[in-house]
């Protein structure tokens, strides 16, 4: 699958017109249609890194690397696991959320208690911003 497939595969799975794809992730839309269409195969990363970000993606989903198998997803620890379950809709919780929360080891040990892991996440999400 080419680049400007792959974007486009992504950008409807959004059900996004190219235009709105444009402008979430701060390109022309000319340029986008280049992408797309194979007239631009090498855009920057800073461009790849954008429209990964807008589409819910890493920038390894533009290559064929990124489509291949992926590695079994390790387990969640079960207090993070409830959390998400009773708080995902109260806060938005993303995938790209729960993948940080999940890596997070301090000192060796994570947090065990779902309301742990709720005030982790809220003090990531003021911190970030």
């Given at each position: 699958m080419t680049l400007?497939?792959?974007?486009?595969?992504?950008?409807?799975?959004?059900?996004?017109?190219?235009?709105?794809?444009?402008?979430?992730?701060?390109?022309?839309?000319g340029y986008l249609w280049q992408l797309e269409t194979g007239g631009k195969d090498r855009p920057s990363l800073n461009v790849l890194e954008r429209l990964a970000k807008v589409l819910g993606v890493n920038v390894g989903e533009f290559t064929d690397e990124g489509t291949g198998p992926k590695p079994?997803?390790?387990p969640l620890p079960p207090g993070l696991a409830q959390f998400v379950r009773?708080?995902?809709?109260?806060?938005?919780?993303t995938k790209s959320d729960v993948e940080v929360l999940g890596a997070i080891h301090f000192r060796g040990k994570q947090p065990v208690a779902?309301?742990?892991?709720?005030?982790?996440?809220?003090?990531?999400?003021?911190?970030?911003?």
């Open positions: 400007g497939e792959r974007i486009i595969q992504l950008r409807n799975r959004k059900g996004w017109s190219s235009g709105r794809l444009a402008e979430e992730a701060g390109v022309s839309r079994a997803a390790k009773e708080k995902s809709s109260k806060y938005g919780i779902p309301e742990d892991w709720e005030l982790l996440y809220l003090f990531l999400r003021k911190w970030a911003g």
